[in-house]
Nanobody, 125 residues
Framework: QVQLAESGGGLVQAGGSLRLSCTASGRTFSSYSMGWFRQAPGKEREFLAI????????SYADSVKGRFTISRDNAKNTGYLQMNSLKPEDTAVYYC??????????????????WGQGTQVTVSS
């Protein structure tokens, strides 16, 4: 498994922006896709975005398409989630995740076996 650590969460007003970071260690970061998920109280963990190992392919959930952008810097072993036009319903704990298999690109939550500890994002109205 890879060790993942998120940072960058916080409190922001509706319409504002935040950038989350996910720093990886423990295996070759550049060989694995990376995903972002979130979980609000009382709700299931929700897929948000995925980026391929090379960064050339991305996919987004409809709920964040056009507002969130996933990216990565393999030289820094770090992935990012830029979140713009935030809404109160974006309030949740945000997690980055990596899949079990190298060069594997799938948005299903069961594909991911390494998770960060999560970072809280709160959007006030």
């Amino acid at each position: 498994q890879v060790q993942l650590a998120e940072s960058g969460g916080g409190l922001v007003q509706a319409g504002g922006s935040l950038r989350l970071s996910c720093t990886a260690s423990g295996r070759t970061f550049s060989s694995y896709s990376m995903g972002w998920f979130r979980q609000a109280p009382g709700k299931e963990r929700e897929f948000l975005a995925i980026i391929s190992w090379s960064g050339t392919s991305t996919s987004y959930a409809d709920s964040v398409k056009g507002r969130f952008t996933i990216s990565r810097d393999n030289a820094k072993n770090t992935g990012y989630l830029q979140m713009n036009s935030l809404k109160p319903e974006d309030t949740a704990v945000y997690y980055c995740a990596a899949p079990k298999t190298r060069y594997y690109y799938n948005t299903g939550i069961a594909s991911f076996d390494s998770w960060g500890q999560g970072t809280q994002v709160t959007v006030s109205s």
